[in-house]
């Protein structure tokens, strides 16, 4: 070893970002590997290295003994003496075993060993680096493709976009540069793998983040996100400061803020709705474009399903093209959603639910009226028949005196 040794690893660690200890280390193991097989001993072996001038050490250890069973492991007193007068039994001295000439099969197992550790450092590094990026979005250049995947370069690394990940209304050719979500980060065997995606609700969200300030600011909050990628998406979104209007805001001025998002992601269509605590009045937004005229739940069923009426004119409009409408309004409010016309269902106003609780009232207080009024009558005919009752007794005893 020499100073072009150490010239050459702190290359190494500009270039590829890998830490001189870490080759040191693994140099260090090559050594005591090659030494392994060419001496088949290296459990007493120590190797050390000279940062200032790039020299490597290897040295045996051997333990003093007063009489010496094995000569690669044990030094004999009488020898130890001669060296240092300081020595005794139990003490360990280091001999220097370095090899001149590890010949063929030695350099080749360094070299292995070398870039084994130069790989998995690599690997570390790079994923360290791209887990932190998991669930945001990236900016790539499409490299490749075959039959299940296509290859995105993002720097250090080429992510894979699967089927499932890519948009139906897009195609992707070499060098197009595109921005995708990070999906998952994994370290395999074979190294760190990211998987992107186009397809991802989280896209979305990244997207108006971006492209909205209050969003990424946390002033207006995404509240659900239902897509069906390519085609159409609705978003929900609530304001934590009720001076700011979340759809307003979110859509932009003239709609600049949604067309940018919808751009990005090649004309998918975006429908912004307001997020509300009511669920009547969430799943009617979230229906949007069309009006609700009702939503009526189903109390006996626990299994969050409501029906919702709307006017004859607009059944189509909310039940959408192939009931995407009423497809993603379910997904995003989470209720199963039933839509009826005004025509088939029997409705009655809160107008006529008010009269009909009024007239009710009105006869029940007619009713307690009546009893009020038979109550004294039948009293004063209670005391009427009470005195004749006593007027016939007297008369009775009268005529019995007479008598």
Not at 40 to 68: L, R
Not at 154 to 160: H, N, S, T, Y
Not at 264 to 286: F, H, K, R, T
Not at 330 to 351: M, N, R
Request: proline share 3%.
């Amino acid at each position: 070893m020499s100073k072009e040794m150490i010239e050459a690893l702190d290359a190494l660690e500009q270039e590829k970002g890998v830490k001189k200890e870490v080759v040191i280390e693994a140099l260090e193991a090559a050594l005591v590997s090659a030494y392994k097989r060419n001496y088949n001993q290296a459990q007493n072996v120590e190797v050390n290295f000279d940062p200032k001038k790039g020299d490597i050490h290897v040295y045996a250890v051997k333990e003093v003994t007063e009489q010496v069973f094995d000569s690669r492991l044990e030094v004999g007193l009488k020898d130890a003496l001669e060296i240092n007068r300081a020595y005794e039994v139990g003490d360990e001295i280091r001999f220097e075993v370095t090899p001149r000439d590890f010949g063929r099969i030695a350099a080749q197992t360094a070299k292995q060993v070398i870039m084994q550790r130069v790989r998995e450092a690599e690997r570390s590094i790079i994923f360290d680096e791209y887990s932190q990026y998991e669930d945001e979005i990236m900016t790539g250049q499409v490299e490749r493709r075959d039959n299940k995947f296509i290859y995105v370069n993002l720097g250090k690394i080429e992510a894979v976009l699967g089927k499932q990940d890519q948009m139906p209304n897009e195609h992707y050719e070499a060098h197009d540069r595109i921005k995708v979500f990070v999906s998952k980060v994994e370290n395999t065997s074979k190294g760190p793998q990211v998987f992107v995606s186009r397809t991802n609700p989280g896209l979305v969200k990244r997207l108006f983040e971006q492209e909205v300030p209050e969003i990424f600011q946390g002033v207006v909050e995404i509240a659900g996100i239902a897509r069906e990628a390519g085609d159409r998406t609705k978003i929900a979104v609530r304001s934590t400061n009720p001076s700011v209007d979340p759809v307003g805001t979110t859509v932009g001025p003239k709609g600049s803020r949604v067309q940018a998002v919808v751009n990005e992601l090649s004309g998918e269509n975006m429908d912004v709705v307001q997020w509300e605590e009511d669920p009547v009045d969430y799943i009617a937004n979230a229906l949007n474009p069309a009006q609700v005229i009702a939503v009526q739940f189903n109390d006996e069923d626990n299994d969050r399903s409501c029906t919702v009426i709307v006017p004859d004119y607009q059944l189509s409009l909310a039940i959408g093209k192939k009931g995407q409408n009423a497809r993603l309004a379910a997904k995003l409010t989470g209720y199963k959603i039933d839509i009826k016309p005004e025509s088939e269902v029997e409705f009655v106003d809160d107008e006529e639910l008010e009269e009909a609780d009024e007239a009710v009232e009105a006869q029940d207080a007619a009713a307690e009226d009546d009893a009020a009024a038979a109550t004294p009558a039948e009293d004063a005919e209670a005391d009427t028949d009470a005195e004749a009752a006593a007027d016939a007794d007297s008369a009775e005893t009268d005529t019995a005196d007479a008598e």
